[in-house]
């Protein structure tokens, strides 16, 4: 094969693949193993290069997977809304008294929902806000200043 006509294609283990007239994957891909785990390795491996070897073919250009969609998200504005309104309401509110007003939402996603898209976290049994003001901050820190000269 002429140089300049052989295209590279870099693995996320760096290994060069040329790209025109591969014809089988165990020239890329190596032999098999004699233990079971090295065999089964190899011939994953020879199965995704095999994959590769089909789609360069077919005129792919890279070994990346192409975007795809997954899983629809359960948490959308709308959601992060209601739970900080139901928060608002009672700040003594726990997960799972949020969980018995939206069961279709597991504990897991609230929790997340509640800790990081809402910032809040429980203090004295209250879920305040993780977010203190410049004042509030100057005046904790006094108070804080004023526990240590005592």
């Known amino acids: 094969m002429p140089q300049e006509k052989r295209r590279i294609c870099l693995l996320s283990r ?9 014809t089988t ?10 233990r ?6 190899v011939t994953q491996v020879l199965k995704q290069v095999g994959k590769w070897v089909r789609q360069f073919n077919d005129g792919r250009t890279n070994v990346h997977d192409e975007a795809r969609s997954g899983r629809p998200s359960v948490v959308n504005d709308g959601l992060v ?5 139901k928060i608002r309401e009672n700040r003594r509110s726990t997960i799972r008294m949020l969980f018995d007003e939206f069961p279709r939402i597991s504990k ?4 997340e929902n ?3 898209c809402l910032n809040y976290r ?24 004023k526990n240590c000269d005592r």
């Open 81 to 85: 809304a209601k739970v900080n309104e």
């Open 25 to 34: 994957p165990t020239k890329l891909g190596g032999g098999g193993g004699s």
């Open 122 to 145: 429980k203090l004295c049994s209250r879920r305040v806000p993780n977010m203190l003001t410049d004042v509030r901050k100057t005046k904790r820190l006094g108070s804080a200043l």
């Open 36 to 41: 079971y785990s090295k065999q089964r390795n």
């Open 114 to 116: 509640v800790t990081s």
């Open 14 to 22: 760096a290994l060069p693949i040329p790209v025109l007239k591969v």
């Open 108 to 111: 897991t996603v609230l929790h």
